[in-house]
């Protein structure tokens, strides 16, 4: 069984920063892809960033040149460092595990992250 918990949200004014961070019980494989989501009341959980093990990151357009999504050594840890937010980037954000190859997709509970104008 895995276990993801997310910390680091926040309020925040525009142009701040904030760091989330994810922790990762449970067994790792080496296939597994970590991820970012949001998802504001109402609307559709939405891809922010993804990690594969060997380290290649995707971005959502949106958050291009402002966030970026990291390992920690032990690759138990998934960060995401978030420069310059925006009113927009006001959300709820989950950490997510997937790995098509064995069928496994696990949640975090999610952070709140508040960017005021």
């Known amino acids: 069984q895995v276990q993801l918990v997310e910390s680091g949200g926040g309020l925040v004014q525009a142009g701040g920063s904030l760091r989330l961070s994810c922790e990762i019980s449970g067994t790792i494989l080496s296939t597994d892809t970590m991820g970012w989501y949001r998802q504001a009341p109402g609307k559709q959980r939405e891809l922010v960033a993804s990690?594969?093990?060997?380290?290649?990151?995707n971005y959502a357009d949106s958050v291009k040149g402002r966030f970026t999504m990291s390992r920690g050594i032990a690759k138990n840890t998934v960060y995401l460092q978030m420069n310059n937010l925006k009113p927009e980037d006001t959300d709820v954000y989950y950490c997510?595990?997937?790995?098509?190859?064995?069928?496994?997709?696990?949640w975090g509970q999610g952070t709140q992250v508040t960017v005021s104008s």
């Open positions: 990690i594969s093990t060997g380290g290649t990151t």
């Open positions: 997510h595990l997937s790995n098509s190859v064995f069928g496994r997709y696990y």
